[in-house]
């Protein structure tokens, strides 16, 4: 069968790491497609991009271990009564995960200092070129005003610049914008609620910068308690270290509030882990982060 310009087999909204990769593996199989994205390729601000990520195998919800393809080291601490952090050792000895449970002196004297970060926004600019490569077709700053059903060419999406396409299947990955798209084009209002998180990074004390560099002593870690806290070592920026809370503020990512103040507990952890600490080695700036941004 012919196809116009406009015409694909897949059309598929959305080009963060999900949408990017799912065009690439159709045309893969020969699926003529078509990747829209309402911003930049490389726009920043949603949750597919950044430049350091962990893989890990440890997690409170057990599903998510199958989805981990490689298993990488990494540094899961917390009270020892903490539920959550039971949970993950439930996880562990379900799936039949080696892990060993150390105390603080252990963790000095044999934690194994390896460590490896992906690059999730190259890793997503890959799966794109693959696409194009296999001959997708890649649109960005097209947004997407509604979806309509039209005859025999299956459904037609309209774009804000006027563009209209026409596909037998689409696959819909726009992430934190999902609710507002489907209650544009299908008046449904979806249960979903995008969440706005700090990513903040922290100066580190002068003569310490090395140690802290990925590759060095500085681990991947996950604190867990009341507030899931996270951190890997300095790798974005040089002479900051990333140390920021899981989860974030509820907001409409059309309308966002760019930044609400820090959590009580970062700094509270900040300042026991870091600050009180005859070892710690992140300077003291009055709750100033050397660094904030933002994401979805």
Known sequence: MGYSDNEFDVIVVGAGVVGSSTAYQLTKRGQKTLLLERFDFLYHQSSSHGE???????????????????????????PFNANSLLL?????????????????????????????IP????????????????????????????????????????ASN????????????????????????CGIELPIQPLEANVCYWQIKDGH?????????????????????????????????KVAVHGGYQCNPNKRPWGPELGVELKQFRIARFEENPKGNIKEYEDQVGLLKTSL
Not at 64 to 72: E, H, N
Not at 166 to 181: A, F, P, Q, S, T
Not at 222 to 235: A, C, K, R, V
């Open 119 to 158: 690059e999730p926004t190259n890793v997503m600019l890959m799966f794109q070129m693959l696409a194009f490569k296999n001959g997708a077709c890649l649109k960005d700053n097209t947004t997407l005003v509604s979806i309509n059903k039209d005859g025999d060419q299956g459904l037609k999406v309209a």
């Open 88 to 116: 993950v050792l439930a996880t562990c000895r379900k799936n039949t995960i080696p892990y060993q449970v150390l105390d603080h002196r252990q963790v000095a004297e044999r934690f194994s200092r390896q460590i490896d």
């Open 209 to 241: 910068k090395v140690e802290y560099a990925i590759g060095n002593d500085f681990p991947m870690f996950t604190s867990y308690g009341h507030s899931y806290i996270f951190g890997t070592p300095s790798l974005e920026y040089p002479g900051l270290i």
């Open 162 to 185: 006027g563009e209209n396409f026409w596909g037998k299947k689409y696959v819909v990955v726009v992430g934190d914008w999902m609710r507002n798209l489907v209650k544009t084009v």
């Open 52 to 78: 350091s990520r962990t893989i890990q195998a440890t997690y409170l919800e057990d599903y998510y271990f199958g989805l981990v393809y490689f298993k990488a080291q990494h540094f899961d601490m917390g």
